[in-house]
């Protein structure tokens, strides 16, 4: 498995990013995906990481109205979508992790490098 990580990005970014997610795991040949809400949200600790199946055509607007619910806060809060082998990570630290066994990581290499984002790939310890 092959892992990259962004500098800190927008919010507004983060979301447009995981959207840009959504739509690539889609053209994969999967429908459907996998939520998840992680560190600094604003649920009880046996709440979080607790799989939300979704649409992927439902999860920004999920996200949207969670944060607006307060469960949530873009580029405060972990974010996470599994979708055909593929895992996004909008993270508490207010950057971006992709994870993945195959190629598809490289793409957002590639993307995050070309918005000047300065992705990394993380090593295993």
């Not at 092959?2 to 983060?14: A, D, G, I």
């Amino acid at each position: 498995m092959v892992e990259y990580r962004t500098q800190p990005v927008e919010p507004t970014v983060l979301i447009e990013e995981l959207s840009s997610f959504c739509h690539l795991a889609a053209t994969k040949g999967t429908d459907s995906g996998m939520l998840m809400f992680g560190w600094d949200s604003n649920l009880e600790i046996d709440e979080m990481w607790q799989d939300i199946p979704l649409p992927l055509a439902d999860i920004v607007d999920y996200v949207r109205a969670a944060e607006h619910a307060g469960t949530i806060t873009v580029g405060k809060s972990d974010i996470f979508v599994k979708a055909n082998g593929l895992e996004i990570t909008l993270c508490h630290e207010g950057d971006l992790h992709i994870k993945s066994e195959d190629a598809a990581a490289q793409v957002f290499l590639e993307r995050w490098t070309s918005k000047g984002f300065i992705p990394y790939q993380v090593l295993p310890p």
